[in-house]
């Protein structure tokens, strides 16, 4: 069995989706009864599974999004009948797929659709629902995400439930030192913080009702915490920067910018907890990968959180700044809940792994190949 796997729209691994493709590659392994091919643009040929020598096959393309999408909808799949592919993968079925489908296939889904859609044209909105209603299977990363993809007409029984993994290599608990900062090149964070890692994308990733929160923290408790937020700089940084400068404790809230993936198991322990408000997470991967580094988390009941962190973090209804300042404030108060909160996180994310997650992938893949 041959397979062919989708790189376009995984930000040469430098976004979520990017981290996905990654950790799965490095999980699948050649043999004689499957062999894994990627293709996409020539700048990916090193980025993903490397150590595993899987083939990569160059796809010549201006670096557009306008000229991918075109690729997948028009040419796609002569391509993939060149290749001998018996069935193919597409991580980043929300950024492009082809219209029709003349080789079995695979559409992986690890955003809200109707999220999605909302900042999609008309155009793109009929093309994507008819694309992820003719593929043959789809793997959603969460019921929550299965439950979206039903409202819009995809049949349930073509649906597979697949949680992502951890990368347990990287997100462990470690011994920190015992040092009033966390050095991570180029930064040295004072010590205690919250962390929130989040792309600022949209106002849904309540940025502004966290900075609320931790203001009022500090009004209430006088403690010498800092928040902490990382990850890319989206189309909402200045609403995000603008609700930091008219917080009165503007100087303890800290934004990194883009913050590398390997770099977050550091970040993660040397925090005091995670706070993750954000209402539109279908995959809620951060708080799994926070748990595991041994930190407790809130987060907000919405979207996939609920479901990912099951009954391990303070929930919170992410538009209620009492309720996450209260969060907050027991984390940092309260010693024996915290070191509650920490075992048992570490115990819940032993369920996840990226071998799982690609063992499960492969089994979806071989039930389409006759």
Same mark, same amino acid.
């Given at each position: 069995?041959?397979?062919?796997?989708?790189?376009?729209?995984?930000?040469?691994?430098?976004?979520?989706?990017?981290?996905?493709?990654?950790?799965?590659?490095?999980?699948?392994?050649?043999?004689?009864?499957?062999?894994?091919?990627?293709?996409?643009?020539?700048?990916? !040929?090193?980025?993903?599974?490397?150590?595993?020598?899987?083939?990569?096959?160059?796809?010549?393309?201006?670096?557009?999004?306008?000229?991918?999408?075109?690729?997948?909808?028009?040419?796609?799949?002569?391509?993939?009948?060149?290749?001998?592919?018996?069935?193919?993968?597409?991580?980043?079925?929300?950024?492009?797929?082809?219209?029709?489908?003349?080789? $079995? @296939?695979?559409?992986?889904?690890?955003?809200?659709?109707?999220?999605?859609?909302?900042?999609?044209?008309?155009?793109?909105?009929?093309?994507?629902?008819?694309?992820?209603?003719?593929?043959?299977?789809?793997?959603?990363?969460?019921?929550?995400?299965?439950?979206?993809?039903?409202?819009?007409?995809?049949?349930?029984?073509?649906?597979?439930?697949?949680?992502?993994?951890?990368?347990?290599?990287?997100?462990?608990?470690?011994?920190?030192?015992?040092?009033?900062?966390?050095?991570?090149?180029? #930064?040295?964070?004072? !010590?205690?913080?919250?962390?929130?890692?989040?792309?600022? @994308?949209?106002?849904?990733?309540?940025?502004?009702?966290?900075?609320?929160?931790?203001?009022?923290?500090?009004?209430?408790?006088?403690?010498?915490?800092?928040?902490?937020?990382?990850?890319?700089?989206?189309?909402?940084?200045?609403?995000?920067?603008?609700?930091?400068?008219?917080? $009165?404790?503007?100087?303890?809230?800290?934004?990194?910018?883009?913050?590398?993936?390997?770099?977050?198991?550091?970040?993660?322990?040397?925090?005091?907890?995670?706070?993750?408000? @954000?209402?539109?997470?279908?995959?809620?991967?951060?708080?799994?990968?926070?748990?595991?580094?041994?930190?407790?988390?809130?987060?907000? !009941?919405?979207?996939?959180?609920?479901?990912?962190?099951?009954?391990?973090?303070?929930?919170?209804?992410?538009?209620?700044?009492?309720?996450?300042?209260?969060?907050?404030?027991?984390?940092?108060?309260?010693?024996?809940? !915290?070191?509650?909160?920490?075992?048992?996180?570490?115990?819940?994310?032993?369920? #996840?792994?990226?071998?799982?997650?690609?063992?499960?992938?492969?089994?979806?893949?071989?039930?389409?190949?006759?």
């Amino acid at each position: 069995m041959k397979v062919g796997i989708d790189t376009f729209g995984c930000d040469h691994g430098r976004s979520g989706i990017g981290s996905y493709l990654s950790s799965l590659t490095q999980n699948f392994k050649n043999s004689e009864k499957i062999q894994f091919e990627l293709f996409g643009a020539e700048i990916d !040929r090193y980025t993903y599974a490397r150590e595993n020598n899987l083939q990569f096959e160059s796809i010549l393309l201006p670096d557009t999004s306008y000229s991918e999408k075109f690729w997948h909808r028009f040419a796609c799949n002569s391509f993939a009948l060149r290749q001998n592919y018996d069935v193919m993968l597409f991580p980043a079925s929300s950024y492009a797929l082809p219209s029709n489908f003349k080789v $079995p @296939s695979v559409a992986v889904v690890n955003d809200i659709m109707s999220e999605m859609f909302r900042h999609k044209s008309f155009i793109e909105k009929i093309r994507m629902k008819q694309s992820l209603k003719k593929v043959d299977k789809i793997i959603a990363a969460s019921t929550f995400i299965k439950k979206d993809l039903k409202r819009f007409g995809v049949k349930p029984d073509k649906i597979v439930v697949i949680h992502n993994g951890i990368n347990h290599s990287m997100f462990y608990q470690r011994d920190m030192i015992d040092s009033d900062f966390v050095e991570i090149s180029p #930064f040295a964070i004072r !010590r205690p913080y919250f962390i929130y890692a989040s792309t600022m @994308s949209s106002p849904l990733k309540r940025h502004k009702e966290l900075i609320e929160a931790f203001s009022l923290f500090k009004k209430k408790t006088g403690l010498p915490h800092r928040l902490v937020l990382a990850g890319n700089e989206g189309e909402f940084i200045d609403y995000v920067k603008k609700a930091v400068s008219d917080s $009165p404790y503007s100087t303890d809230i800290f934004i990194t910018g883009y913050f590398p993936h390997e770099s977050f198991p550091a970040l993660y322990s040397g925090s005091e907890a995670c706070i993750f408000p @954000s209402e539109m997470e279908g995959v809620g991967l951060p708080v799994l990968e926070a748990m595991a580094t041994g930190i407790p988390v809130a987060c907000s !009941r919405n979207g996939a959180l609920q479901e990912i962190a099951g009954d391990k973090a303070i929930l919170f209804d992410s538009t209620n700044i009492e309720e996450i300042e209260a969060a907050m404030e027991k984390i940092a108060t309260d010693k024996e809940f !915290r070191s509650k909160m920490i075992a048992e996180g570490l115990q819940w994310t032993k369920r #996840f792994s990226w071998s799982k997650t690609a063992e499960e992938t492969v089994k979806v893949l071989e039930s389409l190949v006759k």
